[in-house]
C-alpha cells in the first residue's frame, strides 16, 4: 500500500479506491469499463526517472487480486474479451493471481493482431496485443509482492545505462525494461550483462 502510495497521483489513488470499493459483483464491470478506456497498455513504471510514476489502470491490475480471492474468475474469461487492452490488463493481473499458470493462456489471444500502444519506464512503442502478450508472459520475475518488484526494479535499473544486446548501442532507462533507441530492441537489463 505504501509503495502504491509513491507511484500514484492522489487523485488517482482516491479513484483507485472508488473503483476498488464494495462488493465483489458490482467491482468487475468498473474495472472492465476502465481498463476498455485505456489508449494504452503502461507495463509497470512509466515516466521520465524524476517523474515515474504509474497509470490507474495498471495499480487496479496490481491491486484487484490482493483484494479479491474471486478475481482470477473473472479475469480468466477476460482474457478471450474483445477489448485489447482489457485482454492486456487482465493477463497482468491474472500473472498476480495464485491460480495463473502460463500454460493457462489460450493460444488465440497470442494470435490476436489489433495493435497496441503500449508503454514502460520512458518507452512507448506500438506491437500487435498477440506478440505483447508474449512478451508479457515470458520470464515474469518471480512471485513477490508486486509494488516490492516495481520498486527493486527502479533501484537497481533507474538511470543506468546499459547496452542492448542485438546492436549494442548504450542508452539511459527509467526501469528493468528498456527499449533500444537505434534498433528498436526489447530486453531487461536484468537478464543482460548491461
Ligand atoms: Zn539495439
Not at 518507452?123 to 508479457?136: M, R, T
Request: hydrophobic share 35%; charged share 25%; with cysteine.
Amino acid at each position: 500500500m505504501n509503495q502504491m502510495r509513491e507511484y500514484l497521483s492522489a487523485e488517482d489513488l482516491q479513484r483507485l479506491e472508488q473503483l476498488l470499493a464494495g462488493s465483489w459483483p458490482d467491482v468487475w464491470p468498473r474495472v472492465r469499463e476502465l481498463w476498455s478506456r485505456a489508449d494504452a497498455v503502461c507495463m509497470g513504471i512509466i515516466g521520465p526517472a524524476t517523474q515515474a510514476h504509474v497509470t490507474l489502470e495498471f495499480a487496479v491490475s496490481l491491486e484487484l487480486p490482493k483484494r479479491y480471492a474471486q478475481a482470477a474468475k473473472v479475469l480468466f474469461p477476460a482474457l478471450h474479451d474483445p477489448s485489447p487492452t482489457v485482454v492486456a490488463y487482465a493477463l497482468q493481473s491474472l500473472q498476480e493471481c495464485p491460480e495463473w499458470q502460463k500454460d493457462k493462456l489460450p493460444d488465440s489471444v497470442l494470435k490476436r493482431q489489433e495493435m497496441v500502444q503500449w508503454h514502460s519506464g520512458c518507452f512507448g512503442w506500438k506491437q500487435s496485443l498477440g506478440e505483447g502478450i508474449a512478451e508479457l508472459t515470458a520470464d515474469h520475475p518471480q512471485a513477490q509482492d508486486p509494488w516490492e518488484r516495481t520498486k527493486e526494479a527502479e533501484r537497481r535499473w533507474a538511470g543506468r545505462e546499459r547496452s542492448c544486446p542485438k546492436c549494442g548501442a548504450s542508452f539511459v532507462s527509467v526501469q528493468d525494461l528498456g527499449v533500444c533507441p537505434k534498433c528498436q530492441h526489447r530486453f531487461r537489463a536484468s537478464q543482460n550483462d548491461g
